[in-house]
């Protein structure tokens, strides 16, 4: 399968994007968001530090990222292919997995843009909320996947709760911090020639147009 990094503001569907592939063809899923929400409740000083980074809607550190990063692609299934949901998000983290794809003799793979509305995104990131159990995400606002029942996870009866970040200051920052220091990563790839745009509105629709690229 091929290796794929999806390119996203916040909240523009990577997360369900993934889901639906890991369901669909069993990709191994990797969001440095996770993995740095992970890092951030562990009780040490590095720990604390990526909580306050987090709340801010800070990018955490390239070193940071990218250490847990290569931890995680060293896990075997990865091997079988894998989705980067949240990663790279500088061009100096896509350079340093440009080498480090290099080092592992890995496939680079395909580069997925999602094309989302601001207004979109700004109702998704408000009215988002994620089971603690199983990770599943729902929205309260969109009238798309709305739980039914309030506050309880369908698929696994789980406790549905906001991340820290999910709020409208931090939409602010996080959109800001995404126009500034990840959209050049769109020319980067385009010019590697991998990259290419499917339109992040409608779930069925995003499925379909990944599919068209991954079957090609
Ligand atoms: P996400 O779950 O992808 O929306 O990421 C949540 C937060 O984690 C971001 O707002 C950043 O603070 C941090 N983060 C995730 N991935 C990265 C990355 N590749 N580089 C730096 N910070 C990241």
């Known amino acids: 399968m091929k290796n794929i990094i999806l390119i996203a503001a916040p909240a523009a569907g990577k997360g369900t994007l993934s889901e639906m592939l890991v369901e669909k063809y069993g990709y191994a899923h990797i969001s440095t968001g996770d993995l740095l929400r992970d890092a951030s409740s562990e009780a040490s000083e590095l720990g604390q530090k990526i909580a306050n980074m987090l709340k801010n809607g800070e990018l955490v550190t390239d070193e940071i990222v990218f250490e847990l990063l290569e931890k995680r692609l060293e896990n075997k299934d990865t091997l079988k292919g894998y989705i980067l949901d949240g990663f790279p998000r500088t061009l100096t983290q896509a350079k340093m997995y440009d080498e480090l794809v290099k080092k592992l003799n890995r496939e680079l793979g395909i580069v997925v843009v999602l094309n989302t509305s601001y207004e979109t995104l700004k109702k998704r990131i408000v009215g988002r909320v994620l089971c603690k159990k199983c990770g599943s995400v729902y929205n309260t606002l969109t009238g798309v996947n709305a739980p ?9 009866g789980g406790e549905l709760l906001k991340r820290s970040d999910d709020n409208e200051t931090s939409f602010a920052n996080r959109y800001q911090t995404y126009l500034e220091k990840t959209e050049p990563l769109i020319d980067y790839y385009k010019e590697k020639g991998n990259l290419f745009y499917i339109n992040g509105e409608n779930k069925e629709q ?8 991954l079957h090609d």
């Open 148 to 156: 039914k029942q309030e506050g309880i996870c369908d698929k696994c």
């Open 206 to 213: 995003m499925l379909e147009e990944i599919e068209a690229l």
